[in-house]
T-cell receptor, first 112, second 114 residues
Framework: QQKVQQSPESLIVPEGGMASLNCTSS?????YFWWYRQHSGKSPKMLM?????GEKEEGRFTVHLNKASLHTSLHIRDSQPSDSALYLC????????????FGLGTRVSVFP | GGIITQTPKFLIGQEGQKLTLKCQQN?????MYWYRQDSGKGLRLIYY???????QKGDLSEGYDASREKKSSFSLTVTSAQKNEMAVFLC?????????????FGPGTRLTVL
């Protein structure tokens, strides 16, 4: 069973619209959440990370975290065609050197 | 800044063959990782290494060996390639410790087994 569940599997968004992505961990020992973006044929690059309850905003991107439910969400406002990519949520147990546990991803397509 | 280099970019092997993938980083990061990605889906951890000569197994280590002989390099060996296997192998590195340890990924090696 996937320890990090992402939904939806895919999302089609009109240019200028809002994209909302969800991610939940079933591992109660998780402390940190990460959002990576992977454009087609490219390697993943970190978009945002969040460790504390609440909200974090960077430009058009906002991340929420509810540590009690181990749920995080990523919201992209004013979506652009360049935002079309695979969005990967990952979780880690602590801030030291361990591998990340990734979800299967949400594929976002933004159409003009 | 720094860069992660993976070689080869494309690897075609035969069933049962032993295949080696290489990764080099010049970030001077302590920790390096190998992940496998199937069909544009999520990544699964194969091995990681927190320092030179250290190896730690991930969830997908069966069928693979790894080697970290230098701080800057981390190799992965597919011990016996499986027929019709297709995947992208991604190497990553990060600073160990600290509150935030973003992982930086290389461009990947795309494996096809005939």
């Amino acid at each position: 069973q996937q320890k990090v569940q992402q939904s939806p599997e895919s999302l089609i968004v009109p240019e200028g619209g809002m994209a909302s992505l969800n991610c939940t961990s079933s591992d109660r020992n998780v402390d940190y959440f990460w959002w990576y973006r992977q454009h087609s044929g490219k390697s993943p690059k970190m978009l945002m990370s969040i460790f504390s309850n609440g909200e974090k905003e960077e430009g058009r991107f906002t991340v929420h975290l509810n540590k009690a439910s181990l749920h995080t969400s990523l919201h992209i406002r004013d979506s652009q065609p360049s935002d079309s990519a695979l969005y990967l949520c990952a979780a880690s147990r602590n801030n030291y050197a361990q591998g990340l546990t990734f979800g299967l991803g949400t594929r976002v397509s933004v159409f003009p | 800044g720094g860069i992660i280099t993976q070689t080869p970019k494309f690897l075609i092997g035969q069933e049962g063959q032993k295949l080696t993938l290489k990764c080099q980083q010049n970030f001077n990061h302590d920790t390096m990782y190998w992940y496998r990605q199937d069909s544009g889906k999520g990544l699964r951890l194969i091995y990681y290494s927190i320092t030179e000569n250290d190896l730690q197994k991930g969830d997908l280590s069966e069928g693979y060996d790894a080697s970290r002989e230098k701080k800057s390099s981390f190799s992965l060996t597919v011990t016996s390639a499986q027929k019709n296997e297709m995947a992208v192998f991604l190497c990553a590195s990060s600073i160990s410790g600290g509150h935030s340890y973003e992982q930086y990924f290389g461009p990947g090696t795309r494996l096809t087994v005939l």
